[in-house]
C-alpha cells in the first residue's frame, strides 16, 4: 500500500533535535516524521543534499510506515559508539555516553586537523576500551591514497577493525585496499554504496572487504536488504543521525540480515540532548532493542520547528514525492 501524498501532510511533524555536540558540522538535526498503518516513519536527508538524491529518502520512510518490515532474526542489535573529531581530551565524556559499547568508530581525517591529532584521539578511545575493544575509524573520503596508506600505518598499532571509506572513489578505495593489504585491516566503503548511482559497484569491483549500508540513502528497509544480498559481503548497518524513529527503521533492516558480524552504528541517538521517542533508541549494554517507538505529543510539540522550517520540509516532501511517482518507484 502506498500512501496518496496527502495522506504523508496531513500526518507530518517537523521537528528539530539538539546536538550534544558539533557533528558533520551541525548541532541541531532536523526531520520529517510521518505516522503509517505500521508506525511512525522517518524523512531526513541532510538540507544540503538535492531532490534527486533525497527522493530515495522517501522511498524509505514510505516502505517503513506503509509496508511490513521483513521478519527480525534477532531482537537487539549491538552498537557502536560513535567519536566525532575531537580532542583527545574530551573523548572519555564522549564515550561514557555509551554504556556497555564493546566498540567504537572515531573520526578521523578532519579538515583543519593533523594526522597527529588523530593518533591522540584513537589512542584516548584505545585506553578508554581497553585491549579488547573494537576501533573502526571513518576518513569520510578525505584521504587522497598515499595520505591513507600513511595515515592508515600510523594508526594501526591501535589495531584497527576497519578503516571506512578512506579516499572517494572505487579505484581508490581498490588501490589503498591492495597497499594495506599486508597490515590485515579491511577496507568498508560508505559513500561508495550510500552516494553511488551503482550502490554495487564497488563489490563487484572487488574494492572493499565489506559495506557500510543505511536504510534512508538506500531507499528502505526491503531495497536495501536486496542490495545487502546481492553484494555478498558483510555489512554494518549504520545510521544518518536519525531520531529514534530512523534508527528504528535501521534496527529492523539490521535484524533481517542474516549475518551480522559487526556492531552496527545506531548507537547515535546518544548525539541528541532530547529525542522524539518516549523510550529513546540509546545503547543500554551497547546494544539498542528492535522495536517501533511511540512518540508523546508532549515532545513533539516540544520539538516542533518554526513554521519557517516547516514549510521548507513540506515542499521538500511534495518535490520528492512527485519524483518518485514520475520514476514509477512508488
Ligand atoms: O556509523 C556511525 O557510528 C554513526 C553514523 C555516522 O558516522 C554518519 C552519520 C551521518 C552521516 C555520515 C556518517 C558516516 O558514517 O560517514
Ligand atoms: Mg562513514
Redesign the pocket.
Known sequence: MVPELADLLTTARVVTLPMVARF?GITAREAVLFEGPQGWTEFSPFVEYDDEESAAWLHAAIDFGWREAPAPLRDHIPV?A?VPAIAAGEVRAVLDRYPGARTA?VKVAEPGQTLADDVARVRAVREYLGPEGRIRV?A?ALWNVDEAEHAIHALSPFDLEYV?QPCATVDELADIRSRTSYMGIPIAA?ESVRKASDPLAVARAGAADLL?VKAQPLGGVHSALRIVAEAGLPVVV????DTSVGIAMGAHLAAAIPDLEYDC?LG?VAMFAVDVADHPLVPVDGSIPVNRPSLSPARLAELESTPERRDWWLDRVRRCYRLLERSAAL
Not at 238 to 241: C, L, T, V
Open positions: 558533520r557502536n560513535t568508530k571513518d569520510n571506512e560508505d557500510i549504520s545510521s544518518a543521525i552504528g547515535t
